[in-house]
């Protein structure tokens, strides 16, 4: 299960994820399809939608990825990472 946010994630596996807009009227404009590599710290930035895909940060922008990826392919990051 996927923690409420604000959450950090380390992945352990490289995910797919839709990058999302720059603005939030922009938000759920997709703007292409990215790998986020292994090793990646991802913050949770949403909740999970009924689609199955949660909003996340990574590298200052806004990501979509379904959230049984992260769950099977990330751990929670300790506080303070």
Same mark, same amino acid.
């Given at each position: 299960?996927?923690?409420?946010?604000?959450?950090?994630?380390? /992945?352990?596996?490289?995910?797919s994820a839709v990058k999302l807009g720059e603005t939030m009227s922009?938000r759920r404009e997709s703007c292409g399809i990215t790998t986020i590599? #292994?090793? *990646?710290?991802?913050?949770?930035?949403?909740?999970?939608?009924?689609?199955? /895909?949660?909003? %996340? /940060?990574?590298?200052?922008? +806004?990501? +979509?990825?379904? *959230? %049984?990826?992260?769950?099977?392919?990330?751990?929670? +990051? #300790?506080?303070?990472?």
């Amino acid at each position: 299960m996927v923690a409420p946010h604000p959450a950090m994630y380390l /992945l352990e596996a490289p995910v797919s994820a839709v990058k999302l807009g720059e603005t939030m009227s922009s938000r759920r404009e997709s703007c292409g399809i990215t790998t986020i590599p #292994a090793g *990646s710290a991802i913050q949770v930035d949403g909740h999970c939608t009924f689609t199955g /895909l949660i909003d %996340v /940060l990574w590298d200052g922008k +806004a990501y +979509a990825l379904f *959230s %049984v990826d992260l769950e099977s392919r990330a751990t929670m +990051a #300790a506080s303070g990472e």
